[in-house]
């Protein structure tokens, strides 16, 4: 396990205390850690891959790259083919992710598709995010990574199964128990801000003003606003469960 090899990826940037924080502590457990990550902030880039334009790559630290202009996609994407030379690392991380990724986010989220992008590489892949909006306890939340890279480095991970790790903001202690939960709903309450330019021209502003997602029991929202470190895992088949035991549509 001391032999694994981690790439860390986010879609917070290269510099984010998230990812840099995590990266301190498992690189104190295992044998190879990068860091491959976006030089900017691009929460909300969604699993967007770079391919109407060519990308370089830039190393900041011995074992810290960033990818100039490169999504979090594009980040797992070239970690794998150039940082790695082409060897799969045994497990790609997305995060810590600046707040969290819950119902609904996980479509825009970067973080996710991190995991997303590694998961369809073949490679055990989680994304981890941080359920606060400020004093964000990354010390913690890491020893809950370094466990879980534990867990998964030791029984893999189902095929085209991925997971998406939220992490209340808590002392490591105070965490409780894992819960294996399903996506949740937001309740959107996303406001359009308007402003005028210096000229007098309208401008917008798409902003979460509020955080609110449905309470329903064992969804990821419900899991961490009870103290529970909420794990879905997500597959790569998007389709609709219902056509599993076969539907109908348009007569
Ligand atoms: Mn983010």
């Known amino acids: 396990m001391k032999d694994a090899s981690v790439l860390l990826v986010n879609d917070d940037g290269y510099f984010s205390e998230g990812i840099l924080t995590l990266y301190e502590v498992l690189k104190k457990e295992f044998k190879t850690v990068k860091v491959v990550a976006p030089d900017r902030n691009l929460s909300g880039a969604g699993h967007a891959l770079t391919f109407t334009k060519p ?3 830039r190393q900041v630290d011995p074992d810290v790259y960033t990818v100039i202009e490169g999504t979090p996609a594009d980040c797992v ?4 083919a150039v940082v790695f030379e082409g060897k799969k690392p045994d497990v790609v991380v997305s995060g810590i992710n600046q707040g969290p990724n819950l119902g609904e986010d996980i479509t825009y989220s970067g973080t996710v598709a991190g995991a997303m992008e590694g998961a369809i590489l073949g490679i055990p892949s989680m994304a ?4 606060a909006r400020e004093d964000f306890r990354f010390a913690d939340a890491s020893l809950v990574v370094l466990d879980l890279l534990k867990k998964v480095l030791k029984t893999g991970l189902p095929k085209n199964l991925y997971l998406n790790v939220n992490v209340p903001n808590l002392p490591y202690k105070e965490l409780k128990a894992y819960a294996i939960t399903r996506q949740g709903h937001r309740i959107y309450k996303e406001a359009v801000i308007r402003y005028r330019d210096p000229y007098g ?3 917008y502003w798409i902003a979460a003003t509020e955080f609110n997602w449905s309470s329903e029991p064992w969804t990821d929202y419900w899991a961490v606003a009870q103290g529970f470190v909420s794990i879905t895992p997500l597959d790569l088949d998007l389709t609709n469960p219902a056509v599993k035991k076969g539907v109908a549509l348009f007569r």
């Open 55 to 57: 990308l370089r790559i």
């Open 77 to 80: 994407h070239l970690g794998v």
């Open 128 to 131: 981890v995010s941080l359920f």
């Open 201 to 203: 021209q309208p401008i």
